[in-house]
């Protein structure tokens, strides 16, 4: 049996901390957007396809999530006038998703007020503990450094 080091005890402390956030950012998100009828998901995925008409599957590989929980929010995007669907000239059957005008309206608002949501809950932290929070965690979403493959391919047994 494996030991935690100090380090790793520090990791599974910050791993708890992510999901306590996530959390925490989610219901946040939800607040911010609900006045303009969106969730954080909802929100998410605009955030995508405002920059640029994207398919499902390259959304869902931005935003780390199931292409199939991507195709039933963008669905409901779509029920709600907020996203189109048009042709992929580079593939059939791979529909891009488009933003629609009134959706962009409600990004642009949701913009604003979250500017003053993240400004004022700035001011808790100074800009060097946000920088480094921010360098740790771009790494420890980095696939390239962050896993372990010995770690996937061991079995560990219940206990009896």
Known sequence: MSELSVAGVLLSDLVIEVFRANSFLLAEGDELTRPFGLTSARWQILGVVEHAPAPVANVARIMGLSRQSVQQTADALERDGLITYQDNPHHRRAKLMVITPRAQRAMQRIREVQARWANTLAERYNEAEL?????????????GGARDPQHHTETVEAPT
């Open 131 to 143: 920088s480094t929070t921010l360098a740790v965690l771009r790494r420890l979403n980095d696939p």
